[in-house]
């Protein structure tokens, strides 16, 4: 099973695919399900599938186990035996990590299935990075009977051998935002014969940081980034419009809102006090990633009789759509130890092949935990 894995691990990132377009990857996958005789489910997902494992024993819970398996638009600078033969494409965050170590816990499921009773969905799901697969997932409905769910990530912070547990939020709720601020345009030299949008945009700017700092409570991780700037084109002319776009990062689900009211008045009353309109496009992305009390203690008890150490993690304000499992149901994120110098998206980020093998069998025992009600 090891050897299978890794050999899994290095054909994953030398053919690296990006978000919907995991179509040699999700091949490769169901091969390999269809080969060991595991169910492949009709989902009509377009990248990505759904496998099946029905435990002999007789019906019970149902519980999901889910791998991301898209890549970066990044060119691999590893010098690995087996890096990306795909050119500007590279598995940078670990996904592929992710997809063998998962199809090793549902080979073990699946081998072990006269043991135990119950069901085990095994999701293998595309496009992560560009927030668009869990949403597919949740749509195809052939996940809504699961009564929980589990996943990991890799984690360069982390050696070989250790995981993060933590309860409660782990990754951040991510919301985008866009603001058009829309004045009169006219000449540089007669501004009052127009409405400039440029100090209305500016104080706009300086202003929104005030939410995390004056509204937020100081214990709460939050965050707001302006990343993106747009007005006139030439030194001599107050341009009519200007633009920005960023995104908002919270843990609390009241501080989402909270944060999203907060921005909304401070655009509107920024733009009455300078004579702009301002029109704001408010984008909800996926929600935190909120780990269940109960799945933690026992995910500690079964990393340790898996011979891992747990850690603990800590919060990241980055976001992952695996929360969207998460809704109405109890749900885990463990942080895999995976060694290396470089942190994820890096063209030199790697993962240590040692923590593949102890993974698969922490997400089959958790699995079968699960299953026999441990948590
Ligand atoms: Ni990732």
Redesign the pocket.
């Known amino acids: 099973m090891e050897s299978k894995l890794t050999e899994l691990l290095e054909w994953l990132h030398q053919h690296p695919e990006t978000g919907l377009e995991e179509h040699e990857t999700t091949e490769k996958l169901r091969q390999v399900l269809q080969t060991h005789g595991v169910e492949v489910l009709d989902s009509g997902l377009p990248t990505g599938l759904i496998a099946v494992i029905r435990g002999e024993r007789g019906d019970g819970r149902i519980i999901g186990l889910r791998a991301?398996i898209d890549a970066l638009p990044v060119q691999e600078d590893t010098g690995l035996s087996y890096a990306s033969l795909n050119a500007g494409k590279m598995h940078a965050?670990?996904?592929d990590f992710h997809a063998a170590s998962v199809m090793g816990a549902a080979l073990m499921l699946h081998e072990r299935r006269g043991e135990w009773g119950g069901t085990v969905k095994v999701v293998f799901q595309p496009a992560?990075?560009i927030d668009a697969g869990g949403r597919l997932v949740m749509e195809t409905g052939l996940v809504d009977d699961c009564e929980l769910f589990l996943a990991g990530?890799t984690y360069a912070g982390f050696e070989a051998g250790v995981m993060g547990i933590k309860e409660g939020p782990v990754m951040a709720a991510i919301d985008r935002f866009s603001v058009t601020v829309t004045g009169k345009g006219c000449h540089a030299a007669h501004p009052h014969k127009g409405i400039d949008p440029i100090p209305a945009l500016s104080a706009m700017v300086q202003s929104v940081q005030s939410i995390v700092s004056r509204s937020m409570d100081p214990f709460a991780p939050g965050l707001v980034s302006v990343t993106h700037l747009e007005a006139g084109n030439t030194w001599n002319v107050i341009p009519e419009t200007a633009f920005m776009e960023g995104t908002v990062r919270t843990l609390d689900a009241q501080d989402r809102q909270l944060a999203e009211k907060r921005f909304r008045e401070i655009i509107a009353g920024t733009a009455a006090a300078y004579g702009v309109t301002a029109g704001i496009d408010w984008h909800h992305g996926s929600p935190a990633v909120v780990n269940d009390p109960a799945l933690c203690v026992l995910a500690r008890k079964v990393a340790q009789r898996c011979g891992i150490t747990p850690a603990v993690q800590e919060n990241t304000l980055g976001a992952e759509d695996f929360s969207l499992y998460g809704q109405g149901r109890p749900a885990l994120f463990v942080r895999v130890g995976t060694g290396g110098q470089w942190p994820?998206h890096h063209p030199r980020f790697t993962v240590d092949p040692a923590a593949l093998y102890p993974t698969a069998v922490f997400f089959a025992e958790m699995a079968l935990a699960c299953l026999r009600g441990e948590a």
Do not use: L, P, V
């Open positions: 991301d965050c670990g996904h992560e990075e990530h994820a």
